[in-house]
C-alpha cells in the first residue's frame, strides 16, 4: 500500500484510511440491524489485508463504542495500525483539566499509551479559546500521549489560526478533516484546499462516496438504510440529478477494471495532499476501498470527472 505524510510531521500513514463512524453507531448507521460485531471485525481484517492500516475514529462515535473496538481489534495483531480519532468540544467542556481527561479516556478505550492523531472534532471557541485548546494539545504531544494534532470541519482562516498558534510550540497543524468528494467539493471553492496545500496540512476527506451514493448501487427501488432514507439526496429525484455523475464513473470503472467507488476515491487521492478515509461496514468494502490505491486515472479521465462534477464545486 502507498503511504503518504501526515502534514509536515515525520508520520506516515497509508493513504487510504478507514473510517469507523459506522462501528457501533445505531443512531445514523442503524448498528445492531443489519451489520454487527462479527462485520466490524471483518471489516478491520480485511482492511489490514487490503494493507490499511490507518482507522479514523472519534470518542463520540457509538459514544466510545467505535474506539472500543479499534483498541480490542489492535491487539489481535501484531501490525503497527495507525489511529485518529476526535476531541468534541462541547459546551460544558470549559477548562484544559477536561481536554487532558479526554485523551485520557480515548487512550483507555484504544488500549494505547499514544495516538497517531489527536483532532479537535469541529471548531468552538466561545466557552475555551483556540488558544487554550491548542496550547493542552501541544502539552499532550509533548507528554507523548498524542503523536500529532489535526483539526475537522475547519475554514480556511480557522486552519490558519490553529497552524499559527501550534507554530509558537514548533509543532505543525498535521491535518483538516473535512468533507470532499466528486458530490461535494466545496473544499475547493471555499479556499480550504488551496490554504491546506499552501501551509502543508493534509487533507482528510470524510464521506469521500458521499456516504454510499458513489458507489452507484443506490436506485429508487434499493433506500439505503438508517438516518439516510431521509436524505433527499437518496431520493429519486436526488439520484436522477447526480445520474451523469454516476454514467461517467461506470464507464472508466469499465475502463479500468474497477468500481465505481474505486473511481471516486482515486479522484480524491489524485488531488494531491489527500487521504480518503471511506467507511466500510463489513469485508467486502473495506476490501473494495483498499483497491483504490496503487494505481491512478488519466489527465484526460480526470478532467472528465472534474467537468461532470462541477455542479458540486
Ligand atoms: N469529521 C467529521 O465531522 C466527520 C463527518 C462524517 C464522517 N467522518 C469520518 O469519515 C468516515 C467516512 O465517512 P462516511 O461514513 O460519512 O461516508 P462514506 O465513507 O462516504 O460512506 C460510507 C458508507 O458507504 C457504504 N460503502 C462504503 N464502502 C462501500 C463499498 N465499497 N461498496 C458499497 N458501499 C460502500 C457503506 O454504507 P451502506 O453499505 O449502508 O451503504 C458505508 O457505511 C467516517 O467513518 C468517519 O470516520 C468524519
Redesign the pocket.
Known amino acids: 500500500m502507498e503511504s503518504i505524510k501526515l502534514g509536515k510531521t515525520d508520520l506516515e500513514v497509508t493513504i487510504i484510511?478507514?473510517?469507523?463512524?459506522?462501528?457501533g453507531d445505531k443512531f445514523f448507521?442503524?448498528y445492531g440491524k443489519?451489520?454487527g460485531a462479527s462485520q466490524v471485525q471483518e471489516a478491520f481484517n480485511a482492511s489490514l489485508e487490503a494493507g490499511i492500516t490507518f482507522?479514523?475514529?472519534?470518542e463520540v462515535?457509538g459514544l466510545g463504542e467505535?474506539e472500543k473496538f479499534l483498541g480490542n481489534f489492535s491487539k489481535q495483531t501484531t501490525q503497527p495500525i495507525d489511529i485518529a480519532t476526535?476531541y468534541a468540544p462541547l459546551p460544558w467542556r470549559i477548562s484544559p483539566q477536561a481536554v487532558t481527561d479526554a485523551i485520557n479516556a480515548s487512550l483507555k478505550r484504544l488500549q494505547l499509551n499514544t495516538v497517531t492523531l489527536y483532532?479537535i472534532?469541529?471548531p468552538f471557541n466561545f466557552i475555551m479559546s483556540q488558544e487554550t485548546l491548542l496550547n493542552t494539545l501541544a502539552d499532550a504531544v509533548q507528554a507523548g500521549k498524542i503523536k500529532s494534532i489535526g483539526v475537522?470541519?475547519y475554514s480556511a482562516t480557522q486552519m490558519e489560526e490553529a497552524y499559527n498558534i501550534l507554530g509558537k510550540r514548533d509543532i505543525p497543524l498535521a491535518v483538516n478533516?473535512?468533507?470532499y468528494?466528486l458530490l461535494y467539493r466545496q473544499i475547493e471553492t471555499k479556499g480550504i484546499k488551496q490554504k491546506a496545500d499552501e501551509l502543508g496540512v493534509t487533507i482528510?476527506?470524510?464521506?469521500?462516496?458521499?456516504?454510499?451514493?458513489?458507489?452507484g448501487?443506490?436506485t429508487p427501488e434499493t433506500k439505503?438504510?438508517?438516518a439516510?432514507k431521509f436524505d433527499s439526496r437518496f431520493s429519486g429525484q436526488g439520484l436522477t440529478k447526480i445520474k451523469p455523475v454516476l454514467d461517467l464513473l461506470f464507464n472508466l470503472a469499465a475502463k479500468y477494471q474497477k468500481?465505481p467507488?474505486?473511481i471516486a476515491l482515486n479522484w480524491l487521492i489524485c488531488q494531491g495532499n489527500v487521504i480518503?478515509?471511506?467507511?466500510?461496514?463489513?469485508a467486502?468494502?473495506?476490501?473494495?476501498?483498499g483497491g483504490a490505491a496503487m494505481w491512478r486515472l488519466s489527465s484526460e479521465d480526470l478532467k472528465e470527472l472534474e467537468t461532470v462534477s462541477r455542479p458540486w464545486l
Request: hydrophobic share 30%; charged share 15%; no cysteine.
Open positions: 484510511g478507514i473510517g469507523t463512524w459506522a462501528w448507521w442503524n443489519q451489520y482507522f479514523d475514529t472519534a462515535y467505535s476526535k483532532q472534532h469541529w475537522s470541519n478533516q473535512v468533507q468528494s482528510l476527506a470524510y464521506s469521500p462516496l458521499a456516504q454510499g451514493l458513489l458507489t448501487k443506490y439505503p438504510d438508517g439516510r468500481t467507488g474505486q480518503p478515509i471511506p467507511g466500510a461496514k463489513n467486502q468494502q473495506a476490501k473494495e476501498n
